[in-house]
């Protein structure tokens, strides 16, 4: 049985993406695509409620409870950070998105993979963190964490990754935002995003074995 490893990426205002910035005005929750008809894919998006305005692509197709479907045609082919992931063979299972951040996940058949789809995605994409790794355990039984050594990390980077756990950064739908992350800390998101991009840097060497400095 393979190994595989269940991995959330978050793709910060991503390039072409009709998805992202439905999520300024609230939550996407989740995604679902067709297939290419005529070199358009139609793309079906539930969001919180409050998701509205002439902003907003495509139109919205269905309302209940507190959420609403909207439905957008983007053009195939058009190399955004989903198709770049499955261009690796690794499916897109999951799409979210908050404050003009997608998250992603899928699963990798291994670490070498995972490091060819993270290091794709830098390249093309401005902004992009490893939110979560799991592997599984071989039996098909249960998953576990991926596990770095702590002490590869600053003070302040274990302080800032604890914090951003605590509140539930992490976590899917979010526990909070990354301002509020920030305010927690004492510092500006802007600080936050740096202290948290050194430390997905660390994390990112740890398990791919690749150098990392000592920022």
């Not at 269940?6 to 793709?11: E, G, Q, R, S």
């Given at each position: 049985?393979?190994?595989?490893?269940?991995?959330?990426?978050?793709?910060?205002?991503?390039?072409?993406?009709?998805?992202?910035?439905?999520?300024?005005?609230?939550?996407?929750?989740?995604?679902?695509?067709?297939?290419?008809?005529?070199?358009?894919?139609?793309?079906?998006?539930?969001?919180?409620?409050?998701?509205?305005?002439?902003?907003?692509?495509?139109?919205?197709?269905?309302?209940?409870?507190?959420?609403?479907?909207?439905?957008?045609?983007?053009?195939?082919?058009?190399?955004?950070?989903?198709?770049?992931v499955e261009?690796?063979?690794?499916?897109?299972?999951?799409?979210?998105?908050?404050?003009?951040?997608?998250?992603?996940?899928?699963?990798?058949?291994?670490?070498?993979?995972?490091?060819?789809?993270?290091?794709?995605?830098?390249?093309?994409?401005?902004?992009?963190?490893?939110?979560?790794?799991?592997?599984?355990?071989?039996?098909?039984?249960?998953?576990?964490?991926?596990?770095?050594?702590?002490?590869?990390?600053?003070?302040?980077?274990?302080?800032?990754?604890?914090?951003?756990?605590?509140?539930?950064?992490?976590?899917?739908?979010?526990?909070?935002?990354?301002?509020?992350?920030?305010?927690?800390?004492?510092?500006?998101?802007?600080?936050?995003?740096?202290?948290?991009?050194a430390?997905?840097?660390?994390?990112?060497?740890?398990?791919?074995?690749?150098?990392?400095?000592?920022?």
């Amino acid at each position: 049985m393979v190994e595989g490893i269940l991995a959330t990426v978050a793709v910060r205002e991503p390039n072409c993406c009709p998805v992202a910035p439905m999520s300024t005005g609230g939550r996407v929750r989740s995604v679902s695509q067709g297939q290419p008809v005529d070199g358009t894919v139609t793309v079906e998006v539930t969001t919180d409620e409050s998701v509205a305005g002439d902003d907003v692509p495509g139109e919205r197709i269905f309302s209940y409870d507190s959420e609403a479907v909207h439905r957008v045609e983007r053009r195939a082919e058009q190399d955004c950070a989903c198709e770049r992931v499955e261009e690796y063979g690794c499916p897109v299972r999951d799409v979210t998105a908050e404050n003009g951040t997608i998250e992603l996940s899928f699963i990798s058949e291994d670490l070498d993979v995972l490091r060819e789809v993270v290091t794709d995605l830098r390249e093309r994409e401005q902004g992009v963190t490893v939110l979560s790794l799991r592997r599984s355990d071989g039996t098909g039984s249960h998953s576990e964490p991926v596990f770095v050594d702590k002490a590869t990390f600053t003070a302040r980077q274990r302080e800032v990754l604890r914090t951003a756990h605590r509140l539930g950064y992490f976590e899917r739908p979010k526990g909070a935002n990354a301002e509020q992350v920030a305010t927690e800390l004492g510092v500006a998101p802007s600080t936050f995003a740096e202290h948290l991009a050194a430390a997905q840097t660390k994390l990112m060497a740890a398990l791919f074995g690749a150098p990392a400095d000592e920022t």
